[in-house]
C-alpha cells in the first residue's frame, strides 16, 4: 500500500498563499494520477485539482485561474500552489494516489491523512 505523506496547510489571510505539498513512500507501484480534494464537516469529498502521469490537469471550477497543481516525474511529490486564497477555501485538504503494483499489478487509490487549510476574512 503506497504511504502519503502531506504538509502545507495552515492559517493565511484572505488574498494569501500557501502551498500543500504530498509525498508517496514506497518503490514498487506505479502511479498513474495524484489529486488534492477537500472536505469539510459533514460534507463529501470534493475534488479540487489532479494531474496524470503525463502531465494532463483538471481544476473544480471554483479553484482555475488560483489553484496550480504540479508535479516534476514519476516519483516526485505532488504540489498544490494556492493564491487568492478566499475564506470559502476553507477546508481539510486530502492527497490522493491511484496506481497499481508493479509486483502484481493490484491496483490501489491512497489517501493522505489531510492537512487545515484555514483562510480568514
Known amino acids: 500500500q503506497v504511504q502519503l505523506v502531506e504538509s502545507g496547510g495552515g492559517l493565511v489571510q484572505t488574498g494569501g498563499s500557501l502551498r500543500l505539498s504530498c509525498a508517496a513512500s514506497g518503490s514498487t507501484f506505479n502511479i498513474n494520477a495524484m489529486g488534492w480534494y477537500r472536505q469539510a464537516p459533514g460534507k463529501q469529498r470534493t475534488l479540487v485539482a489532479t494531474i496524470s502521469s503525463g502531465g494532463s490537469t483538471n481544476y473544480a471550477d471554483s479553484v482555475k485561474g488560483r489553484f496550480t497543481i504540479s508535479r516534476d516525474g514519476a516519483k516526485a511529490p505532488v504540489y498544490l500552489q494556492m493564491n487568492s486564497l478566499k475564506p470559502e477555501d476553507t477546508d481539510v485538504y486530502y492527497c490522493?494516489?491511484?496506481?497499481?503494483?508493479?509486483?502484481?499489478?493490484?491496483?490501489?487509490?491512497?489517501w493522505g491523512q489531510g492537512t487545515q487549510v484555514t483562510v480568514s476574512s
Open positions: 490522493n494516489a491511484k496506481g497499481s503494483s508493479y509486483i502484481n499489478g493490484v491496483s490501489f487509490n491512497s
